[in-house]
């Protein structure tokens, strides 16, 4: 005899699980944002510690990258035959934004995996620890402003209004520092190949970037500068850097540069939105 199963009795199989939802995605991010004070604590705590017992602090991030830059210039710009009143300040302002990008991506990937016991243990969104990494980044980039300050010091480089388009660049900088933190945090929390991947990559891209060389010297030793410069931009980074490093040397930055980042920003938001909404609540049992 076949037992009668009561349709009501069955609960309804739900269509969509609640968490995956753009609505939850935007409401970690901004519920990560309200919690600015936890960000910001521990931002700072995660720069006190790396320079802890040190005698000079923080103070050596602004040493290490002015040295770096300052013998970087030097060098290349004897083996290439630049103006080193010229090509100096262009260098040591390429390696400061292209330091904001590296550390961006390098400890976004690691982010997640980094802190497990804090995640763990701490409810909170998942974005504290996205934004967490953001903040640490702009701090390392306050301390290599006296870098700048002193460039204007000694190069005194023509400057004029359009030295205001570097701060549109900074606030497009920190845009993509979210949705990099978002994707290759989350990514790399599932995946750990993909943040030694990045490490390599990272490197890479740095010596296809004019960072320590300009693309007229590239020109003028192939003697082909139309083809040459093409690849040159198809390079991303290349045009992250002249959005911010152009306005600083008072030199006129296009805007196909302009558009290209726009471009990017809107995809990696879209990326970004996509990998929050999948995986955003996965994050605790990855790490």
């Known amino acids: ?38 960000w910001f604590h521990l931002g700072w705590q995660d720069i006190r510690q790396r320079y802890r017992r040190s005698v000079l602090g923080p103070l050596w991030i602004t040493i290490a990258t002015g040295v770096t830059a300052t013998a970087m210039g030097l060098l290349y710009g004897e083996l290439f035959g630049m103006d080193i009143k010229v090509f100096l300040p262009y260098v040591a302002l390429g390696f400061i934004f292209w330091n904001f990008i590296q550390t961006s991506i390098l400890d976004g990937a690691e982010v997640f995996a980094k802190n497990e016991g804090l995640i763990k243990q701490l409810p909170a969104p998942v974005s504290v620890h996205v934004y967490r990494v953001v903040w640490r980044s702009l701090i390392i980039f306050a301390h290599n402003v006296v870098i700048i300050v002193i460039i204007f010091a000694i190069f005194t480089p023509p400057l004029n209004w359009t030295v205001f388009l570097v701060v549109p660049a900074i606030g497009l900088y920190v845009l993509n520092a979210v949705w990099v933190t978002i994707v290759f945090g989350i990514l790399s929390t599932r995946f750990r190949d993909i943040g030694q991947l990045l490490t390599t990559a990272v490197q890479l891209v740095f010596f296809m970037t004019p960072i320590i060389w300009t693309t007229s010297s590239l020109s003028s030793a192939t003697g082909e500068t139309s083809s040459r410069l093409k690849l040159v931009e198809l390079n991303p980074m290349f045009h992250y850097l002249e959005i911010a490093r152009g306005p600083l040397l008072g030199e006129p930055v296009e805007f196909y540069h302009w558009a290209v980042v726009l471009g990017c920003t809107a995809v990696g938001w879209v990326l970004g939105m996509l990998v929050m909404r999948n995986y955003r609540a996965r994050v605790a049992y990855w790490v």
């Open 1 to 38: 005899m076949s037992a009668v199963v009561d349709d009501d009795a069955i609960p309804a199989r739900p269509e969509s699980s609640e968490s995956r939802t753009f609505a939850r995605a935007i409401k970690d991010l901004r519920d990560g944002l309200a919690s600015r004070e936890l």
